[in-house]
């Protein structure tokens, strides 16, 4: 019955799981190549080019991730790279067409999709600078008073992600968590706390931690208004107590691998997409088994390969210290290692829980 649940309400508010992801990955797909585009490497390689003369004319460095996303292009279902594995040249197939923002507009709820993936159409942007051997700390970019902070905001009021957390919440039984002591990890600008404070209608000892300082900075001055921005849209008609001294969530900045928290603090932690973003994955689940009770709950959301879109990864790792995604083997071992048991998956998305033994 969990399971239904869960992939119930990933659906109805979600629409199609596979659907929606395909949209993304579009969306990803088009950011990278336009990229690509825009530096002139499709119009350096009309003719035959080896990997050291694209190396040598953009001034890009022989380091892993350049041949990876030259190889992720030439491995893209469109054909839009030949590749000669005995000369080592690259060369753009005259008859594949790069897509167009024009080709997009065609995806259904388009306007929405694109507005939750003005953070990634930032990230591709960093793509050059790392092919040519430079770093982009994405913790430092991501807060940046202005746009940066702004989109990031924006991003987060997508229903993908309230979806994503509701169905998280429909793997466990939320009366669980009442009144126990709940650490958030990677809560943002305090939205995805509001939105964990109002299932719990208040009455749960909440600890949010982010590593970008701007956006706990927020979370700390503008958590009254933000709870009531998320009443308003996801909870109108709840009856919810007043916020107060006594419910009023704790924000620290923290990353989720270096979690300076006293060891069994913790009855339940939570977090949505957010390893892949840490600089060792492992570390951080290793940390999250450390400040977990005998007995405590560990669930929420996280992607693993070879289902997430290797566009969203190329993205992500062009940053430095982010490991990007790992495989569920890796996660499983990973949590074994920390001593959790009982691990349950549901839903392509990764929405997961597991208990600390």
Known sequence: ????????????????????????????????????????????????????????????????????????????KAKLIFYSKEEDTYQKNPDADLPTLHDLL??????????????????????????????????????????????YDEALTHKLYTALRNSSFAIINP??????????????????????WIKLKGNADIVATDPVESFIETAKAQFRTILEETIQKVARNKILPDLSDHNYPEFAVMKAEELTIPDETFDVVFLQQILHWTSDPRKAILEIGRVLKPGGLFFGCQGTKPLQTPYMDIMIRAHENVCGFFSLPDLKSWLKEAGFTDYKRVTPAGIFKTIKS
């Open 175 to 196: 009366k669980n968590l009442i009144g126990k002591k709940i650490l958030d990890i990677g809560c943002g600008s305090g939205r995805e706390t509001a939105e964990i």
């Open 106 to 151: 065609t995806i259904h709820d388009f306007e929405r999709i694109y507005k939750a993936s003005k953070v990634p159409q930032k990230f591709a942007k960093a793509i050059p600078n790392r092919m040519s051997g430079g770093s982009i700390n994405f913790i430092e970019e991501l807060g940046e008073p202005g746009p940066s902070l702004f989109d």
């Open 1 to 76: 019955m969990g399971n239904l649940k869960v992939w119930f309400t990933l659906i109805t508010q979600m629409g199609p799981v596979a659907s929606t992801g395909k949209k993304f990955e579009k969306l990803n797909r088009f950011f990278v190549l336009d990229i690509l585009k825009t530096e002139g490497l499709f119009e350096f390689i009309e003719a035959p080019k080896t990997y050291d003369e694209i190396l040598s004319h953009f001034g890009y460095k022989d380091i892993p991730y350049t041949r990876e996303l030259l190889n992720l292009v030439r491995d893209d």
